[in-house]
Nanobody, 122 residues
Framework: QVQLVESGGGLVQAGGSLRLSCVAS????????MGWYRQAPGNDERELVARITDSSVTNFADSVKGRFTISRDNAKNTVYLQMNSLKPEDTAVYYC???????????????WGQGTQVTVSS
């Protein structure tokens, strides 16, 4: 069974920084893309924040470019999101996502963490 566990959320003032971490554990054969999504209060959908492939190709939402960076440690099945110059509109629940194969020969599947709250005060 695969689990994704996030950490690092919290309350921060505008202009501050936070670093989110997500560790994937369990039966994992290979991980392709890992990423972060967020769901703001009152929104029904999660939006992509940033993602990174196993060869470290990255892409970001326009709203976070220049402020957020994403990195991963493949040996530890961990992805990080460094968030700088935070704004009140970054307030959301942040979810970790991983596209992976649990066992050789199995299909690729998306897995999600339980989410971590990020609140940015003005």
């Amino acid at each position: 069974q695969v689990q994704l566990v996030e950490s690092g959320g919290g309350l921060v003032q505008a202009g501050g920084s936070l670093r989110l971490s997500c560790v994937a554990s369990g039966s994992i054969f290979r991980i392709d893309v890992m990423g972060w999504y967020r769901q703001a209060p009152g929104n029904d959908e999660r939006e992509l924040v940033a993602r990174i492939t196993d060869s470290s190709v990255t892409n970001f939402a326009d709203s976070v470019k220049g402020r957020f960076t994403i990195s991963r440690d493949n040996a530890k099945n961990t992805v990080y999101l460094q968030m700088n110059s935070l704004k009140p509109e970054d307030t959301a629940v942040y979810y970790c996502n991983a596209n992976l194969v649990a066992y050789r020969g199995n299909p690729w599947r998306d897995y999600w963490g339980q989410g971590t709250q990020v609140t940015v005060s003005s």
